[in-house]
């Protein structure tokens, strides 16, 4: 096998993450619905850049702190908590599917963020009923949270050591 990379021509970031994200889902025992994958690769195509990690405070930038915006909700208008509460939940779901090497070098673990996320996804919900024409369509991505995250992983390993994840994790197609 040849250590040269392909070259992967495509339109948009969206589109090839949605491409590899239906062929990861596939390939897995337990798949996600077609809606949360045009969902998902949205939301990559999204935090594909690194400064929407970070909030900036009092002129310094520093990494969100996810617990601490989930609880400050209160204080903002339904519109500001709609966008928050999403921020949360993707960057939640960002660190725990594509990111987790991260999160392992932080005091809190991969649980911390997931349970984060799917709280901010139920939440949403409530504010948002309805998505993508699907109704509790935030509530059913915080029903896969888990399954989502991994097939995230499963994506983020394909990309990043050019390893098969399925082979790694011994799934069968």
């Known amino acids: 096998m040849s250590d040269t990379k392909k070259l992967i021509t495509t339109h948009d970031l ?3 993450f949605y491409q590899k994200l239906d062929d990861l ?4 025992p337990t798949p996600v619905p077609g ?8 939301v990559l195509e999204k935090y594909g850049h690194s400064e929407v990690f970070f909030d900036e405070e009092e002129g310094k930038v520093r ?5 601490k915006k989930l609880l400050e909700l209160q204080q903002l208008s339904r519109e500001e908590q709609r966008r928050e509460l999403r921020d949360i939940a993707e960057v939640a779901l960002i660190t725990c599917g594509y990111f987790p090497p991260s999160s392992r070098k932080r005091i809190v673990d991969t649980g911390y963020y997931e349970n984060i ?3 901010a996804y139920q939440e949403l919900n409530k504010l948002v ?4 024409d699907v109704d509790s369509f935030y509530e059913k991505v915080a029903n896969i949270f888990g399954h ?4 995230l992983n499963l994506l983020a390993i ?16």
């Open 25 to 28: 889902n596939r390939k897995i």
């Open 158 to 173: 394909e990309l990043h050591q050019n390893e098969s994840a399925l082979e790694r994790y011994n799934i069968k197609n």
């Open 148 to 151: 989502l995250s991994h097939l």
């Open 35 to 42: 809606t949360t994958l045009f969902y998902s690769s949205s």
């Open 14 to 16: 969206r589109s090839f």
């Open 129 to 132: 009923p309805r998505y993508m």
């Open 117 to 119: 996320g799917i709280s």
């Open 63 to 67: 990494e969100k702190i996810l617990g």
